[in-house]
């Protein structure tokens, strides 16, 4: 005796099996980090120990109230000074 598959019925266990696959995936990595996370919070380690963090910067084409002229500026956000945008 010969099993038949269906071509039909196949188009619908790839996705099937694709899905599944995902799903897993997301599933591991989500537990992976949180475990990671409690072991790094036990083992007292810093993830952002060595990171450096640089400055926010925002650039406006519009002039503020307190600049005249058109010229553009450029405001750094953690300090507040006005550059003139090059």
């Known amino acids: 005796m ?19 696959a995902v799903a897993v995936g997301a599933w ?3 537990h992976f980090r949180r475990a990671k996370s ?7 380690i810093d993830e952002n120990a060595g ?5 926010d910067v925002v650039i ?3 002039p503020d109230e307190e600049t ?4 553009a500026t450029e ?3 953690n300090d507040g000074t006005e550059q003139p945008k090059e």
């Open 68 to 71: 005249e002229g058109t010229e």
């Open 2 to 20: 010969f099993l038949y598959i269906d071509i039909s019925a196949v188009s619908y266990v790839i996705p099937l099996i694709a899905g599944i």
């Open 60 to 62: 406006s084409d519009e």
């Open 38 to 44: 409690k072991i790094s919070k036990k083992l007292g």
């Open 28 to 30: 591991l990595a989500i």
């Open 75 to 77: 405001t750094v956000a």
């Open 51 to 55: 990171k450096e963090v640089e400055e």
